[in-house]
């Protein structure tokens, strides 16, 4: 029996240094965040060098990734900062793409919950196929974040009402206005 176990200690040499051929195997992530619109613009760099310095602290090989950029949310995102709530409307938006195992995968997540200036993120398994279509397409490049200085739907009414008190507009068939 000596020479059976032996054997096997010998074919399977990651197993002494407590690494097992499961854990070995790599499979494409992706990781999306958003940070805090009170970072500077300046600072955004030195942010995603941290997340990137957790991803190597996993082992992990990154092959794509696109830079913070200022965007508008969808909806408002409430963060506790100190002993304050906040809601957050904007965010900068950056993704990593990269390969770890599977098991790396909570370590990393543990070490983002850490970062105080990330809002939200998302790991997601995905291809490497995925990821190289994402970047082949420009319209996916970051586009720098615009205010919307649209007026909403109530001011618009409120305007017309505002403007239209005390005068009775009519609009004749060939669209110009007929005052009375």
């Known amino acids: 029996m000596d020479t059976k176990e032996t054997d096997l200690q010998e074919e399977t040499p990651l197993q002494e240094e407590g690494v097992t051929e499961?854990?070995?195997?790599?499979?494409?992530?992706?990781?999306?965040?958003?940070?805090?619109p009170t970072?500077?613009?300046?600072?955004?760099?030195?942010?995603?060098?941290?997340?990137?310095?957790?991803?190597?602290?996993?082992?992990?090989?990154?092959?794509?990734?696109?830079?913070p950029a200022?965007?508008?949310?969808?909806?408002?995102?409430?963060?506790?900062?100190?002993?304050?709530?906040?809601?957050?409307?904007?965010?900068?938006?950056?993704?990593?793409?990269?390969?770890?195992?599977?098991?790396?995968?909570?370590?990393?997540?543990i070490a983002l919950k850490e970062h105080a200036t990330i809002l939200r993120y998302i790991v997601v398994k995905t291809s490497r196929d995925a990821v190289a279509a994402t970047l082949a397409d420009p319209r996916l490049d970051?586009?720098?974040?615009?205010?919307?200085?649209?007026?909403?739907e109530e001011a618009v009414e409120k305007e017309v009402e505002e403007e239209g008190e005390g005068e009775e507009q009519k609009v004749d068939t060939d669209g110009t206005e007929n005052k009375e």
């Open 22 to 36: 499961e854990s070995e195997v790599l499979s494409v992530y992706e990781v999306g965040y958003h940070i805090l």
């Open 39 to 67: 970072v500077s613009e300046g600072d955004l760099e030195a942010e995603t060098a941290l997340i990137l310095k957790d991803l190597k602290d996993i082992h992990a090989e990154i092959f794509g990734q696109r830079a």
């Open 70 to 109: 200022s965007v508008k949310l969808s909806y408002g995102i409430e963060k506790k900062i100190g002993e304050k709530k906040e809601v957050f409307e904007n965010a900068y938006f950056g993704w990593i793409a990269f390969e770890a195992t599977p098991s790396s995968i909570a370590n990393f997540e």
């Open 142 to 152: 970051a586009i720098p974040f615009v205010e919307d200085t649209t007026p909403d």
